[in-house]
């Protein structure tokens, strides 16, 4: 199959929307990261997306909606609190679960009576998705277990070959995918980190932050987000994510254990002997460059990567849950 790029022009919406109507998939641009899109009422349409990830068929899709009533057409139940969070965070980095109604197919909730919905912040692919008068599946648009894709090249390196049609919307404005939440008897449990914090949360209800953010699962745990359960987010090369108070003891240690083929992603460069790469120095650049940064760090043949551990308060803390499965669990203390 021929992979066609193209941009993220209104006249291309017609062409996307009839190849998405065919029961094809395209990979679409959002704020987060690109998406793999395809007709989330379609149990066909869903399987060729997991096929083309090599995703777990139990890994579940997320809901992509346009509008806040189409929550009526596919969840059973729309908890109060879920309208007020729509109103405020969407369209936005924010994905919420609920009970399904049986028109969503159990392929596309990886076999749970539960689904979960967001509404991106990105005109074109809000007026893609009024055009298709479907939700649209879409995970990240990368091959399973890899960075997800920031940037259009880099689903063209994973899914070239494997979809017809990519639309290039430049940068991801986050550059790492929305925070989920379920609902509780008095608020929300956050069970994946991401641009809308736990901190904006606590102004509306109480909530609660899933173990398995910040830790490994042990055998026995009880999974609610299956996509936590894999190694994810993982470049060639080998990840450690280094803890430490502060920059000149992260440069210290760099400069005692590099070789020529380590990079680093630290907060500050400048007194580090070995290769670096773009990283940030607050949260928000964090988020923005790591995925990208793990990818180059590839393509230049690292194999060994050291990233400086961001702190946990705000999307920091979205960019510590990546970066920790990057890092399979291997952590250095200083
Ligand atoms: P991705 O599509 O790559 O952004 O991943 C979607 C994430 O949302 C995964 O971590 C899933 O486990 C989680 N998710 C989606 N639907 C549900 C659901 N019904 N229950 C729990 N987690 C879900
Ligand atoms: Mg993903």
Redesign the pocket.
């Known amino acids: 199959m021929n992979t066609q790029i193209l941009n993220m022009d209104p006249k291309n919406i017609p062409f996307a929307a009839e190849l998405l109507k065919k029961g094809e998939i395209v990979a679409i641009p959002t704020e987060t990261v690109y998406g793999l899109a395809g007709n989330g009422l379609s149990a066909d349409a869903v399987k060729k997306i997991f096929e083309a990830k090599g995703r777990p068929s139990d890994?579940?899709?997320?809901l992509h909606i346009s509008s806040v009533d189409w929550l009526y057409r596919y969840a059973e139940n729309v908890p109060d609190l879920a309208l007020r969070l729509a109103e405020r965070f969407w369209p936005g980095p924010l994905?919420m679960?609920m009970p399904k109604k049986s028109i969503v197919p159990m392929e596309t909730?990886?076999g749970?009576d539960?689904?979960?919905f967001r509404m991106p912040n990105n005109q074109w692919t809000l007026k893609l998705i009024e055009a298709c008068d479907f939700p649209l599946a879409?995970?990240?648009a990368n091959l399973s277990g890899l960075p997800?894709p920031t940037r259009a090249g880099y689903v063209y390196n994973d899914m070239e070959g494997k979809i017809p049609l990519i639309i290039d919307g430049g940068q991801c404005f986050y550059g790492l995918?929305?925070t989920?939440i379920?609902f509780t008897d008095n608020g929300v449990r956050i069970?994946?980190p991401g641009g809308v914090t736990a901190e904006m949360l606590k102004r509306f209800c109480f909530v609660e932050i899933d173990k398995a953010v910040t830790e490994s699962l042990q055998n026995g745990d009880k999974v609610?987000?299956?996509?936590?359960k894999y190694k994810h987010y993982s470049p060639k090369a080998e990840v450690f994510m280094v803890k430490c108070n502060d920059n000149e003891s992260f440069a210290d240690f760099v400069n005692k254990n590099f070789d020529e083929n380590t990079i680093v992603l630290a907060k500050k460069a400048d007194n580090i002997k070995a290769k670096t790469l773009p990283y940030g120095k607050t949260a928000r650049q964090e988020a923005e460059k790591l995925f990208a940064s793990l990818r180059k760090a590839d393509e230049m043949g690292a194999k060994k990567i050291y990233v400086q551990a961001p702190n946990k308060e705000g999307i920091g803390l979205a960019v510590y849950n990546r970066l920790i499965r990057a890092a399979a669990f291997k952590v250095i203390e200083l």
């Open positions: 890994n579940p899709l997320i994905t679960i909730s990886g749970l539960t689904v979960a879409a995970p990240s997800s995918e929305s989920v379920t069970l994946r609610l987000s299956p996509g936590m």
